[in-house]
Every structure is written in structure tokens, then in C-alpha cells.
């Protein structure tokens, strides 16, 4: 193997590279574009996260602007989460159905008669809401309601007196939903919530509090329990909705990936030249680096259509297809097609499926490195390096082709 050929073997590798690069570079696009013009879309058709703050509960103090807080002596919210997943171009969104059950006490320990001034505040202005309640203990209270400036309300509670607040409601959210324990007083006793979720092993916002209670169950659901007889915290409660697995980022990362797959492909077919005593030609890499881009360019276009699984298939078998096809019919029999195709799975799918897990793709990438590093270093020791990389100009010249020759006749 002389040095020209690999020149012409790194330029290959090069152009291939800025191949890949180009075609990640417009899946990205694609994926962002998609996520830029159908986001909007989206929320307006799915919600917004949804972040629900306790209702506030106020008297005012005689003689001046000022208002207290009246923190209630029973909080019990009960709230469902079950995700609807849309998908939109290459994206999925993590759309959910939320249905919400809050109910407050407020009791006046005063010995005289307070106003009480009520404001609750929807989890999205603007959205849409059905089945939609508010309760002052039995008596339902029917009203028009702004959605954007929330829902006021005056109450005169006698000495000693409680009421209970409720509300209800279903509608829609994206991504998150929140609860703002006690947004004005920092304090909150007798607090019971229950949230039942769709899905198990949820995540939770940054600043969320840990539930007390996590039960499974068998349909795949979890119910997650948060209580406190008397709480002091301004840390809120956040549950983050699982992603689905979204098909434009993971492309993407795959297609940036293949150079590392093809450099790794490149050295076995130049260990097997060198092994077997095959020419193998710097047009030979041209046209595999060809047969691995078939892979991504399949992959990148197929997944806005079909599942993401299935077009990973497709691709993945074409790809093996074309090149093991034509290494086999370029090289003869002598080429060890088998052994191609042992790596092409690994080097190629193998590596790009782990991209599918996600926290597994280094730390396979790197066993992967080190048994081809132990296997290109057990069947090469014997080799005279010398001998391969001897200038070609010492070989005699090639014989004339037979038409020349019998021309020449």
C-alpha cells in the first residue's frame, strides 16, 4: 500500500465526513424548523404546561392597603395526568390530559366576622377547560369566567366558621405541570396531594419536592403521594412528562456519528487487503463510504413517514446490502464477505442503534474500540510492515491488455 493511495483513502474519508456533516446539518434544520412553526401549533391546539398555584386567601387590614393571608387548614388536591402524545414533522410532543380536584378550608379563628377575598388562577390563560366546577361546600357556584384575569370572589365568614372551596376542572397541557404549594404565605398545614400518572419512573422539575409515596401499577401507572401536617418550603411540585423518542435530534446525532463508524469499517477492509493480499483500490472506499451514507440518507427521510424502529430497519438492510453486494462482486471470492458484513453490523448498526438508549452509547463505542484494537493486534502481529508498505515502483511494469498485444503481432 503506497503513500498516494493513502492520501487518496484519507481525501475519500474527508469527503465523506463533510457529507455527513451537510446531511446532519439539514436534519437539525428540518427538526428545528418543524419544532419553530408546528410549537405554536401545537399549544394552541394541546395547551401550554400548566402550572396550577393554590388559590390565595385574603382579609384586609383595617385602616390601610395592606391585606393578610389566610392560610387554609385543609388542602386535599387530587389531580390525573395522561399523556397524549402528538407528533408534528420529526418531532413528538409530550401532550397530556389533566383532570384537577382541589379542595381548601378556611376557618375564621377571629371573633369577629372577616371579609374573605378569594382568587384562584387557571394553570393556562387562555386554554380550554371542560367539566369545569367551583364549589362553596355544597352550594355550586355558576358565574362567567375570565380565563386570563382568573376568578375573584368575596366571602363573609362568621367567628368560628369554615367553608370549603373546590374546584374542578379537566383540560389540556404540554410537557410540565406544576403546583405552587403556597405561593404568598410560604406555608402550608393539613396538605394532602395525589397525582396518578399514565407512565412510571417520572422525572420532576428542578425546584419540585419529592413525594412521600410512590405506587406502582400494574397497568403501568403510578400514583405518587405528597402530604405535611405543617409545611414551611418555597419549593413547588413539578412533573415532568416523559419524551418520546423524538426522530429529528436522534438522526441527527446518528448521522454526526458515522465517521467514527466508517473509520473503524475502513480499518477492517484494510486489515483484510493486507491479510488476504487483496488490491484494494482507493475507488473500492469511495463506493462503501457511498453504501454507509445510503444509511443516514435513508434513515433522516424515512423517519418523518414511518416508525422510527422500521426505518432503521430499512435503512440498515439496504445499506448492508449495497456494500456487501459489491465488495463481493468487485474484490472476487477471495474477499471475506462474511466478515464484512460482521462488521458492518457492528461498526454501523450496532453503534448507531445504541443512540436508541440513551447513557449506553460511550460506554459501548468504547468496549467496541478496545476489542478491535485486541483483535487488529492478534491477527496482524506476524505481518511485515515493511513489505506492505513497500513502494509500488519497484513491481515491474503491468502487462499490456491481449489486444494490444496481438496488435502488436
Given amino acids: 500500500m503506497s503513500i498516494k493511495k493513502l492520501i487518496a483513502i484519507a481525501v475519500i474519508y474527508l469527503i465523506g465526513w463533510a457529507g455527513w456533516w451537510a446531511l446532519g446539518t439539514i436534519t437539525s434544520i428540518r427538526s428545528n424548523s418543524y419544532s419553530y412553526r408546528l410549537g405554536p401549533q401545537v399549544e394552541a ?32 388536591i387530587k389531580v390525573d395526568i395522561r399523556p397524549d402524545y402528538r407528533k408534528k414533522g420529526l418531532l413528538w410532543y409530550s401532550t397530556y390530559n389533566c383532570t384537577f380536584d382541589g379542595t381548601y378550608t378556611i376557618r375564621n379563628t377571629r ?8 382568587h384562584f388562577d387557571f394553570p393556562a390563560k387562555g386554554a380550554t377547560y371542560d367539566e369545569f366546577a367551583i364549589f362553596f361546600d355544597d352550594r355550586h357556584l355558576s358565574s362567567p369566567i375570565n380565563t386570563q384575569a382568573g376568578m375573584d370572589e368575596i366571602l363573609e365568614l362568621q367567628p368560628g366558621r369554615e367553608v370549603r372551596f373546590t374546584v374542578r ?40 419536592l419529592s413525594p412521600m409515596e410512590k405506587i406502582s401499577g400494574e397497568d403501568g401507572s403510578m400514583t405518587m403521594n405528597w402530604t405535611a401536617t405543617d409545611l414551611i418550603t418555597h419549593n413547588n411540585i413539578g412533573i415532568v412528562i416523559p419524551d418520546k423518542l423524538n426522530p ?9 456519528f458515522a465517521p467514527v463508524c466508517l473509520l473503524f469499517f475502513f480499518i477492517l477492509v484494510a486489515t483484510i487487503g493486507i491479510m488476504y493480499r487483496i488490491n484494494i483500490h482507493p475507488m473500492h472506499y469511495l463506493f462503501i463510504t457511498a453504501g454507509f451514507f445510503s444509511f443516514h440518507l435513508l434513515l433522516s427521510y424515512l423517519a418523518g413517514h414511518v416508525w422510527i424502529h422500521a426505518a432503521f430497519s430499512l435503512s440498515a438492510i ?23 458484513i460482521a462488521g458492518q453490523l457492528f461498526f454501523l448498526i450496532l453503534f448507531s442503534y445504541t443512540f436508541f438508549i440513551q447513557g449506553i452509547t460511550g460506554m459501548v463505542v468504547a468496549i467496541g474500540t478496545v476489542a478491535t484494537l485486541g483483535v487488529l493486534m492478534k491477527v496482524t502481529a506476524g505481518v511485515d510492515w515493511d513489505q506492505v508498505f513497500a513502494s509500488s515502483t519497484r513491481q515491474g511494469p503491468p502487462p499490456l491488455p491481449r489486444m494490444a498485444a496481438s496488435s502488436s503481432e
Fill in 45 to 76: 391546539l394541546w395547551g401550554k404546561p400548566l402550572v396550577q398555584r393554590a388559590p390565595s386567601f385574603s382579609v384586609k387590614i383595617p385602616g390601610t392597603r395592606k391585606k393578610r393571608w389566610i392560610m387554609p387548614v385543609e388542602n386535599r
Fill in 248 to 256: 429529528g435530534p436522534l438522526t441527527t446525532r446518528i448521522t454526526y
Fill in 318 to 340: 439496504a445499506s448492508v446490502f449495497l456494500v456487501t453486494f459489491y465488495l463481493s462482486a468487485a474484490l472476487g471470492q477471495r474477499f471475506p464477505w462474511k466478515v464484512a
Fill in 111 to 118: 371573633e369577629v366576622t372577616q371579609k374573605v377575598y378569594l
Fill in 169 to 208: 376542572y379537566k383540560t389540556r397541557g404540554l410537557s410540565t405541570w406544576k403546583y405552587l404549594v403556597a405561593p404568598h404565605t410560604g406555608r402550608v398545614k393539613d396538605f394532602s396531594l395525589q397525582a396518578a400518572t399514565g407512565f412510571q419512573n417520572p422525572d420532576f422539575t428542578d425546584d419540585s
